[in-house]
């Protein structure tokens, strides 16, 4: 068998053997490859019920960082994102969840 076959992802599989969604290139962004982050699928519970959200690594990592910032558990500040989130799915209302507190981070730290 030759030695590349060896070290290539299997077919829905990045190269670390997490699965890739659907549409995604090898490095998890789109399917030209422009992005870089890939998607990450990640259990969490969610007011007592477990829950699968598909998120970018940035999303993820910027949400433990609120979630820390604010002296809560990921699991309580995505409880109230749900619980607020007016229509459209979960992963979607944190994307925006995310955005919204690094524009205002942004704009504030503008304005001093």
Known sequence: MPESWD???LR?????GAKREAGTGPHGGAASGH???RVVKRSIVVGGHKTSVS??????NELRSIAKAR???????VGSIDAERQHGNLSSAIRLFVF???????NRSERQ
Do not use: I
């Open 12 to 16: 829905g599989l990045d190269a670390s």
């Open 71 to 77: 002296g809560m558990h990921l699991s309580q500040l």
């Open 35 to 37: 992005l870089k982050s």
């Open 100 to 106: 919204e507190q690094v524009r205002n981070s942004s």
């Open 55 to 60: 998120l970018e690594d940035v999303f993820w």
């Open 7 to 9: 070290r290539a992802p």
